[in-house]
């Protein structure tokens, strides 16, 4: 399974953009890229996940260059409420190997 | 719309008593994975099952045990509890196991205190 390597924290204001980049230098052609959120005290929640290029819903997009060696989460004009650990997650199989999150601290 | 449900959402243990946590997947979702969360840890993968079938096994004790029944529904059941064993236990669910489709959703959790 591929390592990542996320930066260990963030600052960031209400209503700035915050983008967050992972590291997975060794990735596997099989792997998928995905991200989650956790809150203190509750499970993980899915934020996204992608393959190759761009993936965007309705709480992020998810950028993804050619070589595939990184990823960057982007979070559009964040709140209080996103303040949380964010999890970059590789892998091609079901269970997911959390590293060391990003705890993001948005401020009013 | 509906979640995994976990039960009990708190449990009070002491050492070496016996400990059985069960979760309810998403209807509809075949596979479902337990992790374990210490205190200021990242969640640990335990082990998972697909279609009522062991498909995977993590950082799981010898002292603990799962199982799938013919509902979708786990349990799982640890034994000879010890003081490390004291965490946030997640269940997750999804449809299939495929990596492009296995959208994991993670139930609320079960807090495990062993005194």
């Known amino acids: 399974l591929a390592k990542t390597t996320q930066p260990i924290s963030m600052d960031s204001y209400e209503g700035q953009e915050v983008n967050i980049t992972c590291s997975h230098n060794n990735i596997a052609t099989n792997d998928y890229i995905t991200w989650y959120q956790q809150f203190p005290s509750q499970g993980p929640r899915f934020i996204i996940q992608g393959y190759k290029t761009k993936v965007t819903n309705e709480v992020a997009s998810l950028f993804i260059p050619a070589d595939r060696k990184s990823s960057t989460l982007s979070l559009p004009r964040v709140s209080l409420s996103d303040t949380a650990v964010y999890y970059c997650?590789?892998?091609?199989?079901?269970?997911?190997?959390f590293g060391q999150g990003t705890t993001l601290q948005v401020k009013p | 719309a509906a979640g995994v449900i976990q039960s009990p959402r708190h449990l009070i243990k002491e050492k070496r008593e016996t400990a059985t946590l069960k979760c309810y997947p998403i209807?509809?979702?075949?596979?479902v994975y337990w992790y374990q969360q210490g205190p200021g840890q990242d969640p640990q993968f335990l082990i998972s099952?697909?279609?009522?079938?062991?498909?995977d096994k993590g950082s799981i004790p010898d002292r603990f045990s799962a199982q799938q029944f013919s509902d979708y529904h786990s349990e799982l059941n640890m034994s000879s509890l010890e003081l490390g064993d004291s965490a946030l236990y997640f269940c997750a669910s999804s449809l299939g196991y495929s990596a492009s489709t296995d959208t994991q959703y993670f139930g609320p959790g079960t807090r495990l205190t062993v005194l």
């Open positions: 099952f697909y279609e009522k079938m062991q498909s």
């Open positions: 997650l590789v892998g091609p199989t079901g269970k997911l190997i």
């Open positions: 209807p509809r979702h075949d596979t």
